[in-house]
């Protein structure tokens, strides 16, 4: 079977404090990390597996903080993306690290999705490596979190990237009705699609793939229905993808993160993003 895996390890921490994000606070303890490498070897043993099985794998690491800081991470996405059973592999990164490493991936399966956080880093530096990523030729979104005082550094930062090269806004929603209708109309020059993230889609009792065809698996190997949508559905490396899939109707009121609702068929959002929607990317931003 075609299934998409979101991963998340045990680690909880970043190399940056953005007042809005949770897990900027913390820090792990090295046993924390040492437990974090562990599953993800573990995740990478049964990965490999899966050829045999006839699977076709798309993988999206989205972790509770930075992930690229750690060897583990960018050595997995290196070797995921020579596998001839996994069709891309994609990370969600603040692209602080280093990019040597980069010249190892295969550049047809590799996608990152890159988050800029005015005030944790200068734009000129982030742009650097932005630069680095696009004359490789990898495949890579930008985005942010569209707070207010960050509108100005993300109009500058539309500036100055490639056309070519997509600027999302997330949608604030730690507060209702963040916006005017005039902020709206801002956003949506710099992002195109920023009205799609604004609502909280209904979508109790509404079909989606989340655990049919796409999973959300936790380090240990727990299978959630969806991040948001906490029901287990079961374990990894005991029930396999056939014994984990089956249609299953969300079991939230409402939808409002971006790696949930575009499993939603009624948004058809596959016409946005073609076959670059895990990574998000617009089908007229694909290079």
């Known amino acids: 079977m075609k299934a998409v895996l979101y991963y998340r390890g045990a680690m909880s921490s970043c190399n940056y404090d953005c007042p809005y994000c949770p897990f900027s606070k913390t820090k792990d303890s090295k046993e924390t990390l040492a437990k974090d490498k562990q599953q993800l070897h573990a995740f990478m043993e049964w990965v490999r597996e899966q050829g045999a099985a006839g ?6 690491f989205n972790p509770y903080g930075e992930a690229l ?10 070797e995921l993306s020579h596998m001839t059973h996994v069709k891309k592999v994609a990370v969600q990164t603040n692209l602080s690290v280093k990019l ?14 890159v988050t800029y956080h005015p005030g944790q880093t200068g734009q000129e530096q982030f742009l650097s490596q932005c630069k680095k ?9 930008v985005g942010s979190v569209g707070i207010r005082s960050a509108f ?6 539309r500036k100055l990237l490639p056309e070519d090269v997509y600027l999302w806004v997330n949608a604030y929603k730690d507060r209702k009705a963040y916006y ?15 009205g799609l993230n604004v609502p909280d889609y209904d979508s109790i009792g509404k079909p989606c793939g989340a655990g049919a065809n796409v999973f959300y698996v936790q380090g240990a190997g727990i299978v959630k229905r969806c991040y948001s949508d906490r029901r287990v559905i079961g374990h990894l490396y005991r029930d396999g ?15 409002g993160c971006y790696i949930g609702y575009i499993h939603m068929p009624e948004l058809g959002l596959e016409r946005v993003y073609g076959d670059r929607l895990l990574e998000r990317i617009p089908a007229g931003f694909a290079r």
Do not use: N
């Not at 990523?133 to 979104?141: D, P, V």
């Not at 100005?152 to 930062?157: E, P, V």
């Not at 956003?187 to 920023?194: A, M, S, V």
């Open 55 to 60: 699977h076709q794998l798309s993988i999206f």
């Open 69 to 78: 800081v750690h060897r583990w991470y960018r050595d997995a996405m290196i």
């Open 100 to 113: 040597d490493w980069t010249q190892q991936l295969a550049k047809d399966k590799a996608a990152f999705w």
């Open 133 to 141: 990523l696009y004359e490789q030729g990898i495949s890579f979104s």
């Open 152 to 157: 100005d550094a993300i109009a500058q930062l």
């Open 180 to 194: 005017s209708e005039e902020e709206i109309a801002y956003l949506t020059q710099i992002d195109p699609h920023f």
């Open 241 to 255: 993808l056939e014994g984990l899939a089956a249609e299953r109707a969300c079991g939230m009121k409402k939808c």
